[in-house]
């Protein structure tokens, strides 16, 4: 009787497959916390800025309260770091993911268009589906270690086009978009482009693009709290677009969802600029050390990368799922890329850990491939 | 050019008019925060349980990694409490709201039809307007001191019906909704009835209709852990139904909404019974002590309420909005019922308070009306 009730669009819907958590290993595979080493959800192996700690202590008092559905101090920090006026920032309290499905609940109705060139962040496919969306695909080109092909967003701009998805540098390949693609496609186009810096901050300028957001109309810089800041786990994530984009999202976006204790986080963390610059540069040399590492194995092919991750292809006779499963047995999480859309073959993404992390891992590598 | 981007339904909309929050007071009439009594949003005035500090601290070390999408520890929690399997409880990231939202995504295509008798929560609305639906209103009878209207609903369901809204207690009228109803109503349909149990644990029955949920297909429970819990800040909501529409809405939930944070402070607050009860058994006192003040005054008439709020008329020549703001002036935070769609008149919604808060409000009262 229910399913009757159920949208046809639900019925056929592929779910999300997240990057495996620590705690389910451990109870799956009976493992010590001590012995996992977590690459599969590029996250900051770092944690996050020790100045939290402090000022989480303080807001337990205030718990029983709602949240502030927008909080002036985070709005300040947040303009002051980014450079832009806190009118052009919408911050959201389930991470980039509520920032994409505001997107859609602002602007697409069912049968308008979005484009996503794949392979890329999976979130972008399931929400524009669940919000009704008919998806065109364009392409990043494995040919040219996974280059935009511009003319494949280009021909597939219609009417009806309202987004089209820029992740830059892209996940799970790594490679950056060039700025003068972006251009290009921002002037051919009055839908609106989205560029998710999710890993901007791990590329060569930590900006990048985000202040173009002031002069073009149609474009929002998406960027999160979950990757540099090491804060994952608060689920925070904004946007950077002009001030009329900003308004309408805001009529539809989630009105509390930001917690009490996650807005206090934000804040401390973008206080701590040291922390910041650190993980970046840990980070960078992370990734460095697994690059080198990883090239030296002949079954394995690493895709250069500016995010805080790498694209490793799989070229013997194991699939990425089986590849996978004994990392795991060994208590390695990485992310088999077999639920990205686009990827012809067998990828996994290795996200970057700390140092001795890293070269515990390629030890543990030996055993699998040669 | 972007507003021609935008979807009809979202210029269209009226936005959400939230209580406002304390810290917002504080700005706008500088006053000390010792001096605010806020009584305008429904929560716990004796905040939250205690043993949440020290579960809070453990985690932040875990800040940088992703929550776990289904945290195995808070669905055996939360089973217990309610005593439901876990397979039949979905918990969200935005308190109640993101469980409405995921209705609306799970069930609601364009031109779909809604149910909601008036005046009650408007994020039904809200939601339903958003996803397309379209809203026939029944209502709450104001001459029964907003008895539900069965008929109102009755007389409303179509083939096109997904969704009917009931909430019990009621708000931000404070009245039940009798049992015989609810199951009149359920066995009417095949639409999905929603029953917002979000102050039941004020109530006679602190589980009132929730067990329902495991013998009917069509029912889903709506709880929170915003109100007697004293988490607002937090926004963890849940739902309880039969195990298909459980997963069915799971496809479509978001997937790591629930902060690692505010996981662990629901499981703390559940294991931490002896503060429930104190809160259920503070919070009648506290709203007998305001119903017996507040009917003292000759020009309000106020209404018997099984929430931890009360619903009160102004029978003078001010209108709610001058009325609350000689209240805030005087540091009293209560809420301007005018955004409830389907009250006629001037009415505002006392939330309870500490004895205290209850006895200096009472007290400022008498400066305002006789």
């Known amino acids: 009787m229910i399913e009757k009730l159920v949208r046809d669009r639900v019925k056929s819907l592929k779910p999300y497959v997240p990057g495996k958590s620590k705690e389910e290993i451990i109870r799956k595979y009976n493992l010590n916390p001590e012995d996992i080493i977590k690459l ?9 800025s020790k100045k939290i700690k402090e000022e989480l202590l303080r807001e337990i008092g205030n718990l029983h309260q709602y949240p502030e559905p927008v909080n002036p101090v ?21 991470g980039a993911d509520e920032i994409i499905d505001t997107l859609m609940r602002t602007f697409v109705d069912v049968g308008d268009e979005v484009i996503i060139p794949i392979p890329t962040f999976t979130q972008y496919r399931v929400s524009a589906h669940i919000h ?12 040219k270690d996974f280059k935009l092909d511009v003319d494949s967003i280009l021909d597939n701009i219609t009417e009806r086009t309202k987004i089209i998805f820029l992740c830059t540098p892209n996940n799970p390949t790594g490679n950056p978009i060039e700025r003068k693609d972006i251009k290009k496609i921002l002037e051919s186009t009055e839908a609106l482009v989205v560029v998710d810096h999710a890993y901007i901050e ?13 002069d073009y109309e ?20 904004y946007g950077v677009a002009n001030e009329e984009v900003i308004n309408y999202m805001m009529r539809v976006k989630p009105v509390f969802s930001l917690t009490r204790l ?15 610059f650190y993980s970046r540069e840990k980070g960078i040399e992370s990734r460095e ?8 194995f002949k079954e394995l092919k690493v895709y250069p990368s500016e995010a805080n991750y790498l694209l490793v292809e799989i070229r013997n006779d194991m699939t990425s799922g089986e590849f996978c499963e004994e990392l795991l047995k060994r208590g390695v999480i990485v992310r088999d890329c077999k639920s990205f859309e686009g990827l012809d073959g067998e990828y996994i993404r290795v996200s970057i850990g700390t140092f001795e992390e890293d070269r515990r891992f390629l030890e543990i590598l030996k055993d699998i491939v040669s």
Not at 79 to 90: A, Q, S, W
Not at 262 to 276: K, N, P, V, Y
């Open 262 to 276: 996650s807005q206090i986080c934000t804040i401390a963390a973008l206080r701590d600029r040291e922390f910041f």
């Open 74 to 94: 985070l709005m300040e920090e947040l303009g002051n770091f980014l450079d832009v006026p806190r009118e052009n920032i919408i911050v959201g309290g389930d």
């Open 40 to 48: 599969g959800s590029n996250e900051n192996p770092w944690g996050c």
């Open 289 to 296: 050390i697994l690059y080198r590492g990883l090239k030296k």
């Open 218 to 237: 149609n474009l929002l810089i998406l960027r999160t709290f979950s990757k540099i800041f090491g804060l994952a786990g608060a689920r925070v994530g």
């Open 202 to 214: 791990y590329s060569k300028d930590i900006y990048n693009v985000t202040k173009w957001a002031l």
């Open 132 to 143: 009704g969306a008919n998806i065109r695909y364009g392409r990043y080109n494995k040919k």
